[in-house]
């Protein structure tokens, strides 16, 4: 408990500590009741009678399995390993990921998503920006560069491993694709769960939130994934300007680039309530994210301060009394 | 114009047309006259003509244009490879196939752009560095196939290593756009004001051994300084000094590229900054440590304090939070207390008895702090994290006394920076300064208080 106040290394006063001290050893206590957690060295009960096979995270010590990893054990039939809560992201089939470009190789991007090696995008398995389906051809390969460059960020979807052992991916829907105009944040993998939705547009303060099951948080201004929805919104505007001189067009296009300071002020409070969640170590579901948010509005929390002392501490008490009202209503 | 050949494949076509390439010789000349390299080039180019009168009238420029093996904007290169790598037909094509063979999967092309600062780099490819030494930079990756070249896998390693080592965070264009937009409209990524710093937190004897050690964290910018007091001997030229030394050592751990001896460039940038901010001139007038109580006997014996910075983690203004963290170490310092037997004659070295349990507190009221300024667009900002630094044009680190007096200022970064400016910048620093010197002042008490709680 002392180690992880040091870890948060805050300022905090002295009814401060004393508050998020016993909010976090709530925590712990409804924890510790629900699964089985486990740190190195604790034994893993098992029943010596039916034969078990011993994976990954356990050893045998004196007769007994030893857990060699801090994590959550798991049993799938005979086997028994621990599954590690501080490790990589380790993809499944059908997760909504966020990356970074490092690489284009021929008719493939290479991503960086936090898993042991680089996923593989390949030209092929990703609708091209004119939308039409058809064989991909030498100039578009040429042209790769113009839908993705190195160092961009971008979403999309585990496809598989191949043979090779090597992860692809695909995006063949308008809402995967390039990210812009907000920021990427890095958080432990384990922090997010695999859900139904994991592109969340909040509508109440514009910001589009992509919570990659990679640990990879995209939090940035809301951009219409529709595409023919797009279209008619470009033609408006294009009909509108006709009008106008070639000034106001480019104003027009200078603004368009530029992120509305009050949509910004939203980014930037989403983002800092992840940040913070993360610190505390609670799982980010956009129920608590944007409650979080709520929160630190409510209480007119200024955005840099959602990271400051005082907030942690409401955050933990939130959290403890979410918790204390879920396990209420299960009973 | 000859016909059209791709470039990649000109050196081996003898069709690439011969006036094509001597025009882009002379376009270059043209180009870059008056550049002292190009005109000591030309002259010992014009001594060979001389040799051999015969020969065509742009054979002046060292390469014959009967064998065109380069793009035009590869062709010229003012620099002293070409001079003292006799440029013969089989280097020039070494040297192409050194600049196909150095990005593996896209070739840029060399472009004749002129940068206006050298980029500083250290020696990874030579050529690459003593190119961009001179101004040249790679173009805009061409969109051409990806390289013919075979290379093998380990020569790969080498190259792609070299060229990721010393890379920035990569952000990506909407990435950084928003940076610069947030930096524009007052609001940071981390929802911070332009001249407001993270929170600090700072831990004083962290390191028993030491005489005095601080830890400092920024965000997840962390540094360690420990301090070590050795009994030395004063310069003969300032015999009434003791001395001090600073070195910072940026750990692997802090970020991949202080790997082997990626930090190196970095570590002596920061101890050379931190010892112009913190031990004034070279005569030692104006240091922030007063170097005359470090004096045990004049000119026999002194201290010798040896300050070492090791960079943990590493996001941005390392040099704000080292100097910090020096500051802390230095108060949390205890010097032994000493008492001298002078020897009979004045020539011998006296005897020093160091006590092990008397210690006296180092007096740091006069030890600056560091406020860097960085410049990003239009605007300037205070404690810029790493993907702030990485859309920087300059820095001036300016150290400030608790007087409000600049002891030591340094600019960083490529681009000039208007005097106004600069001032501007400098009476910011001093009230960011004041604020900060406060603060660090009431960690310090906290620190010291809970360490005593311990």
Sequence with gaps: ?331 | MGRRIPWWRRWSAREASGPVEQRAALDFLEWHRGDPTVERLKSSGKDKVSQKPARKPSSFFPFSSSWPPLHSSLLPCPDEVFTFLAPTRHTLRSLTLWFLAAQPSAAPTYSRQRVAPPLPRSGHCGLDSSLRRLGWRPAAYCSSPPSRLRISLSHRRALVGSATGKRMVGLSEGEKRFIRGGIAQDLRTDGRQRLRYRPISVETGVIPQANGSARVRLGATDVIVSIKAELGKPHPLQPDKGKVAIFIDCSPTAAPMFEGRGGEELSTELSFALQRCLLGGRSGAGAGIDLSSLVIVEGKVCWDLYIDGLVVGSDGNLLDALAAAIKVALSNTGIPKVTVNLGASPNDQPDVDVSDEEFLQFDTSGVPVVVTLTKVSRHYIVDATSEEESQMSSAVSISVNRHGHICGLTKRGGAGLDPSVILDMISVAKHVGEQLMSLLDSEIAAAEASAEDQ
């Design chain 1, 1 to 331: 408990m002392t180690t992880m106040l040091r870890e948060l290394r805050l300022s905090l006063n002295q009814t401060q500590r004393v508050r998020l001290q016993s909010a976090l050893q709530r925590l712990q206590d409804m924890a510790s009741l629900a699964s089985a957690v486990t740190v190195v060295a604790d034994t893993i009960p098992v029943n010596h009678e039916d034969s078990i096979l011993k994976g990954h995270g356990t050893s045998d010590l004196n007769g007994e399995v030893v857990a060699t990893l801090c994590g959550v054990v798991e049993r799938v039939n005979k086997l028994v390993y621990v599954r590690a809560q501080r490790a990589r992201y380790k993809p499944e089939v059908g997760d909504i990921i966020v990356g970074r470009v490092i690489e284009i190789a021929p008719k493939r991007w290479r991503l960086e998503i936090n898993f042991s090696q680089d996923a593989v995008l390949m030209l092929s398995s990703m609708n091209l920006p004119d939308g039409i389906q058809r064989r991909r051809t030498a100039v578009d390969e040429l042209n790769m560069r113009s839908i993705f460059e190195e160092n961009d960020v971008i979403c999309a979807e585990v496809r598989g491993f191949q043979h090779d052992g090597s992860l692809h991916l695909q995006a063949r829907s308008q809402k995967y694709g390039k990210l812009e105009r907000g920021m990427l944040l890095t958080v432990p993998a384990y922090l997010v769960k695999r859900r139904k939705q994991h592109f969340h547009h909040l509508e109440n303060y514009g910001v589009d939130l992509i919570l990659g099951c990679n640990g990879f948080i995209w939090v940035g201004e809301h951009v219409n994934s529709n595409g023919e929805n797009d279209m008619m919104v470009d033609q408006e505007n294009r009909e509108g300007l006709v009008n106008k001189s070639e000034v106001g067009q480019a104003t027009y296009e200078v603004q368009e680039q530029i992120t509305p300071l009050e949509i910004r002020k939203h980014v930037c409070r989403v983002a800092n309530s992840v940040r913070l969640l993360c610190a505390l170590g609670f799982s980010l579901t956009v129920e608590v994210i944007v409650d979080t948010v709520e929160a630190s509005i409510s209480s007119n929390t200024d955005i840099k301060d959602i990271l400051a002392a005082e907030f942690y501490v409401q955050t933990a008490e939130r959290e403890v009394q979410r918790r204390v009202s879920l396990t209420r209503r299960k009973g």
